[in-house]
């Protein structure tokens, strides 16, 4: 609770500087990582739902384009060659509506973040569309999770006591994003079955 008040008040004083501190780090932890998972919800925890959302998407989509124009530049060819086979498929989808498919392949995921960054490189995606469509497509479920780390963080500030975790679940600032992420991820079920459909 002390280091979640500290955090909390640094960021009041600081904002542009914790801002923009968390995206170059960010930017630098999806280069070397390659997943974004922990940065979603630190971005919930220390700017809310809807400023988390809008930074942490910005940070995951510059710091995917970045491994997107290297990797395409460096090793296309290798790419090509482990993984066109079986992702042939999608071959045409990104030609027909460039923009639209990167949206959509961002959206369903069912990828590793770092293996989903490197795929579109058989396709020859612009980075522009490439970064675009990951930042449309990464909003529904960075929302989701920046509103669960959002609610941790009122949890934290609202009780003098740590909460049961009976008291965290039957929380609407915690159950409501388990029951939309667990929504979504049966919509992304459904449709990855279309769009990953021979």
Do not use: H
């Amino acid at each position: 609770k002390s280091n979640s008040e500290y955090l909390i008040n640094f960021r009041e004083s600081n904002m542009a500087l914790v801002s923009i501190s968390f995206i170059l780090l960010g930017i630098l932890w999806i280069v070397v990582q390659g997943f974004g998972s922990p940065l979603v919800l630190a971005s919930g925890f220390l700017f809310g739902s809807y400023l988390g959302t809008i930074i942490v998407v910005t940070t995951l989509s510059i710091g995917a384009t970045l491994i997107y124009v290297f990797a395409n530049f460096f090793f296309k060819d290798l790419i090509r060659e482990k993984f066109l086979d079986r992702f042939k498929n999608l071959e045409s989808k990104f030609k027909k509506k460039e923009l639209v498919f990167m949206i959509i392949y961002r959206l369903i995921g069912g990828i590793p973040f770092q293996i989903s960054n490197l795929i579109p490189c058989m396709f020859s995606v612009s980075a522009k569309n490439f970064f675009l469509g990951s930042i449309i497509g990464m909003l529904p479920q960075a929302f989701i999770v920046s509103s669960l780390g959002a609610g941790l963080e009122n949890q934290i500030k609202k009780n003098t006591e740590p909460p049961s975790i009976l008291e965290l679940i039957t929380s609407p600032e915690i159950y409501l994003p388990i029951l939309a992420f667990v929504f979504l991820i049966l919509l992304i079920l459904i449709l990855k079955s279309l769009f990953y459909k021979n």
